[in-house]
């Protein structure tokens, strides 16, 4: 049997520390988006992947696979987003068997309208606590933790 490889003290409050900011930011992040836009950071996140798409389009998996979404929640995400004519489903026109999701024009004015409020909030909360070295090493540091949760780079 394997003995447990128990955190460092130094390794512990740096866990800690990193737990706290995963779990405080999506919060953080929600409410500035519901205040000035009235969409949940995952609603924004979902039309930001797809105004950065070619045609502002994308498969229903991979747009799933991209917000880190599961299919279910993405699918009840984009009926909502239908409802306020910000997205529309359409038949994939390769096969005609699934789905893509397409930003609408009022989609993507809906996200250029409120990029410059939800940067200003990353800006503020992140950014600008950081030098321009700890920024580079929160990149590297992203980018390596990434890669052990997400191999693949589906995200």
């Known amino acids: 049997m394997e003995e447990t490889r128990w955190l460092t003290a130094e390794q512990q409050r740096a866990w800690r520390r990193f737990a ?10 929600d409410t500035q988006l519901q ?12 039309m930001a992947m797809l105004s950065e798409a070619p045609s502002r389009s994308l498969r229903m998996s991979e747009l799933a696979a991209l917000a880190n979404g599961s299919q279910s929640r993405l699918s009840h995400l984009v009926g909502r987003l239908e409802e ?10 390769e096969d005609g068997r699934g789905y893509v999701a397409v930003l ?17 909030k990353v ?6 606590a950081l030098t ?24």
């Open 132 to 155: 321009p070295e700890q920024i580079t090493q929160l990149d590297e540091i992203s980018a390596a933790v990434l890669a052990r949760l997400d191999p693949d780079a589906t995200c």
């Open 123 to 128: 800006r503020s909360v992140v950014f600008d």
């Open 35 to 46: 205040q000035d836009a009235q969409i949940t950071h995952f609603g924004y996140w979902v």
């Open 20 to 29: 706290a900011v995963v779990m405080q930011l999506p919060g953080t992040l």
């Open 84 to 93: 306020r004519g910000w997205v529309r489903r359409e038949r994939t026109p």
């Open 104 to 120: 609408t024009d009022e989609g993507y004015q809906k996200v250029v309208e409120t990029a410059p409020g939800h940067v200003e």
